[in-house]
């Protein structure tokens, strides 16, 4: 520490001799208050400093040298005081005297830790200096102080329990001092070294202490705290609340999202801190940093898996960025950590962010179609869907399958898995259905999912398997002819509507419907006009598969028939028709294409008859403009500038034909009346 010397006194009286000058020298305050405190009479010393503090007090202004001379009293009271372990005195006194912090800290090695290294440095007086205690602590002051009692003063119980006494009341008046230096002195020092020292040690007197409030109202409030300094301490004491708090305020968004981990497994437990897991979401929203939101976010998987998944889909991934690499490093991330949280990611994906990349389509779908044979795999689904497809097609069910499995099976994760499985499979148009098929089938050995099979099938153009499964295996000819209405889709959109609806599977539903949904998603394609020759070309595959029925089909292809009597020709209908079966079936279908077949040739009579009456009428008013244009004459024309003229070898002029007509058609804009060839 640097010393500092007092000023010198000051004589108004001086006595000139023959050979010196003398002069007469007040006693000053400093003389004074050294005199008294080296007799001991420390009572006598401070009434002299207070009386001094008084009458500079009352003064308009002080000059500096008046108050370093009290300053400096103060401290050798101070510190005279420190050596008497008078401890709430000194503290006093020190702060009256403007002792720097860092003096008094040195006393406290345990508190200051590396905070004072060997090249710090302090301005105090000379004279301070050399009546310091020359201890290295207060812990040797209050151990020389101590009374010898048998066996010694270290063990003895008496001086053991004083020790402790005089420990807790150096602490209380370091503690004390430091806190009414920060209120009144911080701002006047511009050495940010001491505000340093002064915020760390209080700060860990607090938390020694176990004062929560005041040590929060430090670390929330400006300060200066060494964090390498006071962060083991907290530690140590289990104050978790006030290290996160420090942590924030200091930026240390590794350490405090670290902190948060430890709280949420229970590494760290501090009643202080409620809901460490939603500190870290709030933070890590707030934040809106991508490595910190997929670092944190996957790791929380584990603990919460919805709010994790809202951090990775909006703060993990951000705007869409194309090509998709970083969502599929995230993806794989994901995957290694929570196969489940992954499908949820992938989801998203697709059925929310409309993602068109096949490989993703191709994994949700192989994802759904794993969860759907693991239901298989349990014996009571795999029961109950069976009979599910045992009554219905022992039954006369109009309705789909798909719409008959949903309104008479009880509600449960399987059945949803079933639906969301079905509608994925239709309204993707990006998975690769080959291998989707090869699976569904390999494990499909009791016919329980020949829905599924035909969807995929009709993604394959595999038209006559695709209905052939339909009628023949499940016996859903609602679905077939649906699959020939919409060009080889076997769910329409509004099954697909009414299912979203009903089961909240709006965003599988969205991929195939483009009525508006309760989450306003849209498909991923608009919706196409199917071509009426691919309608005509399934509808006469269906007409097959339902004659390849025999006549139990009968009915059946006699209402199809029926209804699609316009889009069948019945020359090849009837090429078709086994021989066996009865009139009755064909009969509906017969009636009505010979009376449409009439219908058309009565038509084209009518139209015939009218078009013949138009070219009569044409006729009848043309006649008299042709007789009074004149007709076509040919005759020779002279002279050699006319363009139409032809020249024989002896240059003769030839006849040349002139259309009188021409000023006919000019009449009518330009085109002469025209007669329709009614043979």
Known sequence: ?????SSLPRSNVLILGSNSVQCLLPSTLIAQADALLDRHRLEEAVNLADRQLKRLQSRVSVGQEEADELRYVYQRIGFQCLTETLFDDAGRHFFTGHLDPRVLIRYYPDLCGTLL???ESADIFEGVVEHMPPEDSIDDIIRNYSPHLAPNTSTAPPTVELRQVLNMAAADMLKVFLRKWRAKRRDEVKDRRVNEVVDTVLGRLYTESEETTDLLALIDGPND???QELEPVLIKSSRYDALCRLYKNR???AKLLDAWSKLITGEWIDLDVHDPMASMFAFLNEKRDKALAHQWGIWLLKFDQDSAMRLLLTVGLGKRVKGGTEETALLRRIQDTDPVAATQFLENLVLNRRNVDPDWHSQLANVYVDQLLSCCDDESTSKLWRAKVGSYTSGKVDVPFLSYFASTTPDSDSKRTRLRTALFLQGSKLYDPEPIRQKLEQHDQKKMLSLEIAVVLGKLGRHREALGTLVLDLHDSASAEIYCTLGGAVISPKAAHALGERFNLQAWASLITPLPLANKATPLEREKTVDDGLK???TKILLGVYMSGGEAMAERTAALLSAQAMNLDVDEVLA???PEWPLRVLSSFLARSFRR??????EALLVKAVAASENLAVAERTWAVLREEGAVIEEAVDGDDDVGEK????????????DEKAGLRAAHGGESPVQVDLT
Request: hydrophobic share 35%.
């Open 1 to 5: 520490m640097n010393s500092k010397t």
């Open 117 to 119: 290294g060997e090249d």
């Open 225 to 227: 705290i060494v964090l």
């Open 251 to 253: 930026g240390e968004e």
């Open 536 to 538: 005509k070309e399934l």
């Open 576 to 578: 078709t028709v086994p």
């Open 597 to 602: 077949s009439l219908h058309a040739h009565h």
């Open 647 to 658: 020249v024989d070898g002896d240059g003769v002029g030839l006849g040349v034909s002139l």
